[in-house]
Nanobody
Framework: QVQLVESGGGLVQAGGSLRLSCTVS????????LGWYRQTPGKEREWIAG???????HYRDSVKGRFTISRDNAKNMGYLQMSSLKPEDTAVYFC?????????WGQGTQVIVSS
């Protein structure tokens, strides 16, 4: 059974940093793409960063240069290093892994950036 658990969220001042972690149970992580998404109340969940199973990262324009996605296949872990945080980064952050025929989500972790 595949399960994802995010951690590392919290309250941080604008300009600060946080590192989110995504712990994946099961044996499919290394063959899956990893993505990070975020959602605020009343809005759709939005993709912010992804990394392929081969390690190629991609970012939403609004987080380029501030966020870094990475993965450690040996540990079944994914990460999102967030720097220069802004109040508009406040959201619940979710990780997702996906293969061609399936996808799995975590339950989310709250990030609050105070001004």
């Amino acid at each position: 059974q595949v399960q994802l658990v995010e951690s590392g969220g919290g309250l941080v001042q604008a300009g600060g940093s946080l590192r989110l972690s995504c712990t994946v149970s099961g044996s499919i992580f290394s063959e899956s793409a990893l993505g990070w998404y975020r959602q605020t109340p009343g809005k759709e969940r939005e993709w912010i960063a992804g990394i392929t199973d081969g390690g190629s990262p991609h970012y939403r324009d609004s987080v380029k240069g501030r966020f870094t996605i990475s993965r450690d296949n040996a540990k079944n872990m994914g990460y999102l290093q967030m720097s220069s945080l802004k109040p508009e980064d406040t959201a619940v952050y979710f990780c997702k892994i996906a293969r061609v025929n399936d996808a799995y989500w975590g339950q989310g972790t709250q990030v609050i950036v105070s001004s």
